[in-house]
């Protein structure tokens, strides 16, 4: 019984800090963590036709925002399907975005893009709200 115990203690530990690290978007058994880019140096990559922006936000936020010109939009930060939404070459040069610093749609989304096999893979924590504050041009979302 008491071997049952321990061993259902030990389940629960591990689901719930695997629970807390998905929530935030973190997963320490992540490969390799999404480098963090500044929205000057997405504004330069994008001017240059270096980067392509993706936009993590939910339709609300984008109506709301708007979204960063020339971004691929897609349908879910965690259930998106990247053979579908996302560039066929894997060293495309994707930064994800979301809403503001203290979203964690972003990583969620990028996270999963580096799961997928895609090898250039950045975030913007400042989001669509750092773009807008750096007084950086936003387009209304086409969906």
Not at 31 to 45: G, I, M, N
């Amino acid at each position: 019984m008491k071997k049952f115990l321990m061993a259902a203690v030990v389940a629960m530990s591990a689901v719930t800090s695997s629970a807390v690290f998905a929530c935030e978007g973190h997963d320490k058994s992540a490969a390799v963590e999404p480098k963090s880019v500044t929205v000057s140096q997405l504004a330069s990559l994008t001017k240059e036709k270096k980067a392509t922006p993706v936009d993590a936000n939910g339709e609300k936020t984008r109506k709301n925002e708007g979204v960063i010109p020339g971004a691929i939009l897609l349908t879910s930060s965690s259930q998106f399907d990247p053979a579908k939404e996302l560039p066929a070459s894997k060293d495309s040069n994707l930064v994800f975005y979301c809403a503001n610093t203290k979203c964690g749609a972003s990583h969620a989304a990028a996270k999963k893009a580096v799961e997928a096999g895609y090898t250039n893979v950045s975030v913007l924590p400042e989001g669509i709200s750092g773009w807008k504050q750096a007084g950086q041009p936003t387009a209304k979302p086409n969906s």
